[in-house]
Structure formats: C-alpha cells, structure tokens
C-alpha cells in the first residue's frame, strides 16, 4: 500500500477554507493583546475546521474543545465569540453556574445546545456545528475536596454538572428540547450530534497562583511598574487539584493561558478595535449631532481608574458611561457642538465617586 493510500483517511483535499493565519489575523483585529492565547485558539479552531471536513465514522483526528484560563476583563469571552464571527457559525455564552445534575430542579446540560439551537433558527445542521461558550467553569469544581475519588457527598451543582457535561463535550447524538423556557417540560424533544460542536470553556480560576505571589487582582496584575508579571503555566494536575474532574480535562484538551492586561493595552482596547468603547460613544452621539472626541491623556486617566478599581478592560464601560452621563443628558439640547474630553474633565466626573 502507497504513502498516499495509509493517509486518505485526512482527506488532503478537503481542507478548510480558513487558514490558522487568516482566524489570528481576523481576532488580532478585534481583540487587544494575548497573543499567544489567539494563536493557540486560531490553531484549535482550525484543527477543528479540518476534524469536521473528514467523513464521519473514519476521523483520525480528535476534538479540540478549548479552556481558556484568565483573569476577569481578559477578553476570554470577547476571543470566543469573535471567532464564532470569524467561522461565520451560531454563537451562545452559557453560564455553568446556572446547571444542576439531571434530576434537579434547574437547567439540564443539554438546554445549552438548546440554546444554540434556538441561536441557529432551529437548524439543526446549523446547530451542529456551532460553538458553546461555557463561562465560570470553576465555579463548579468538586466541592467536596475531602474526597478525591468522588466518593464524597452529593454535589449536584458541582461535579455533577461535570459528569453531566462530559457526553457534550465528547460528542454524540442527545435530545435537546424546542423549547429552552420549558425544558422540564419533557415533550417535544430533536436529535442533535455535539461531535463537530467546538465548545470553549473559561473560568478565572482565582485561587490559583498563576502570577508572581499568587495576590489577586480582576483583569489586570502589575509588578510596581504597569507590566504584568510572569506568568506560571498551569497544567491538569492544579486543575485537578483544584476540584476539576480529569475526565472532563481530557476532553478540553486545548488549554489556553491568558494574561493581565497592562495600561497601553487597556487603552487600546478603548479606541483601537472596531467596536471599541469611544467608536460607540461616538457614535452615541453623533446620533444627536454631537461631534465627541477623546484626548490621549483622558484616555490615560480613564485607564487609571480601571487599574485603581481592578476591573479590567470589563470595567472601562462602566467607567466611560460615568465620565460621559451628563453629555449624554444634555446631547439633545447640544445639536451641532463639538465637545473634546480631557484628562481634567475625567478626574471630574470620576472625582464625585471615592476609589
């Protein structure tokens, strides 16, 4: 037998139509930093394009579901549902803390490909090769770190969602419900295939020490002079210690570390991608015909705030809407004016609420 004949199976010609570089390319566009984290994502992903290109029943190569590892404000959930985008697929964010152990009163597991398939307009072939975005994964680690061997007392919200997840995330065929505002209903069930659903977990994982002295910060951790700290690379023995069960970290084998973001990163997130935050104010106001703009240094000292109230790059809306809520009161009655904001016109605004 030929070379060529022992590797038909990968099927050499069915290719997928984005390269690792153009998914980079396209999340280096719209997401801030982690560079590492976007190749390692643009990677899986296209491993994943070339998994489903091969033909069912004859697939050498396995699942590349992620777990994205980072503080709060990263942009863990910003990289997953870009590149949804990017592969032109359906996209939903389910929060694991809202499931239980089937049985329970809550959400089954299988509601989130509900979920997705509600996102898809119920098309099934849609559905199926969409992407899950599970956040807060550690929230439900094994509670009971008495027991190693699960043999602890029942854990409903917690590793039992785990085992609950593990058929997901290995891929087979489930019955999901029509409708998600009534899953315990249990009438109208479809049949759905999670193989060639790529699904991306994420969780802070804030007691562990992944940085420097192991203090804890949300979205940013500096050394005393703006730049993050080295990082330590955490690997399935911390997350199994920390109550993950292995079985469900063999079945995200791709895990990707995200940093801090420190300042000059932060303030690119406020201008630089296409959606960012002053494009929207912006845009806000120019809906009252209101030119706004943004100077450097204001810039600078919105970022200042974020990094003194440790809210990451998640906080900086919370912080622009504060620094722009009296324009945005007055725009309609401000029809043609220019207005620039500074640094002094930020510390201002931010000045009535003490850090």
């Avoid at 295939?193 to 991306?200: K, N």
């Avoid at 450097?296 to 705030?305: C, G, L, N, Q």
Wanted: aromatic share 6%.
């Amino acid at each position: 037998m030929s070379k060529r004949a022992v590797a038909a199976p990968g099927n050499a010609s069915a290719r997928p139509s984005l390269t690792p570089r153009e998914i980079y390319s396209y999340l280096d566009a719209h997401v801030i930093g982690q560079e590492r984290a976007k190749r390692a994502v643009a990677i899986a992903a296209y491993n994943h394009l070339k998994r489903c290109a091969q033909p069912k029943g004859r697939r050498l190569i396995k699942k590349s579901n992620l777990l994205l590892i980072g503080p709060t404000g990263c942009g863990k959930t910003h990289i997953a549902r870009n590149l949804a985008d990017c592969m032109k697929v359906p996209f939903i964010v389910a929060d694991a803390t809202e499931y239980t152990e089937a049985g329970y009163y809550g959400k089954d597991v299988e509601v989130m490909v509900a979920e997705l398939l509600f996102k898809s307009g119920h098309s099934i072939e849609e559905t199926q090769r969409g992407i899950v975005f599970i956040d807060e994964i550690d929230k439900i680690a094994r509670r009971s770190q008495g027991a190693r061997n699960g043999a602890g007392s029942r854990d409903i919200g917690g590793e039992g969602v785990q085992q609950s997840l593990l058929k997901l995330l290995e891929g087979r065929e489930i019955f999901v419900p029509l409708n998600v505002t009534q899953h315990w209903n249990k009438h109208d069930f479809v049949q759905v295939d999670t193989s060639d659903i790529l699904f991306i977990a994420a969780g802070t994982f804030s007691d562990l020490s992944m940085y420097g002295d192991g203090e804890k910060t949300i979205g940013m951790l500096g050394a005393g002079d703006g730049k993050p700290e080295k990082r330590k690379r955490i690997g399935g023995k911390e997350l199994s210690d920390y109550g993950m069960l292995p079985e469900l970290l063999g079945r995200l084998p791709v895990i990707v570390q995200l940093d801090p973001l420190d300042e000059a990163q932060l303030v690119d997130v406020l201008s630089g991608p296409p959606d960012s935050l002053v494009k929207e104010y912006q845009a806000l106001l120019a809906a009252d015909d209101v030119t706004l703009d943004f100077a450097d240094d204001a810039m600078r000292e919105i970022v200042r705030f974020a990094v003194a109230r440790r809210v990451g790059a998640r906080g900086l809306r919370g912080i622009v809407e504060e620094v722009c809520q009296d324009l945005m009161f007055e725009a309609p009655e401000r029809r043609g004016d220019s207005v620039t904001i500074d640094a002094a016109y930020v510390r201002a605004r931010l000045g009535r609420v003490e850090l």
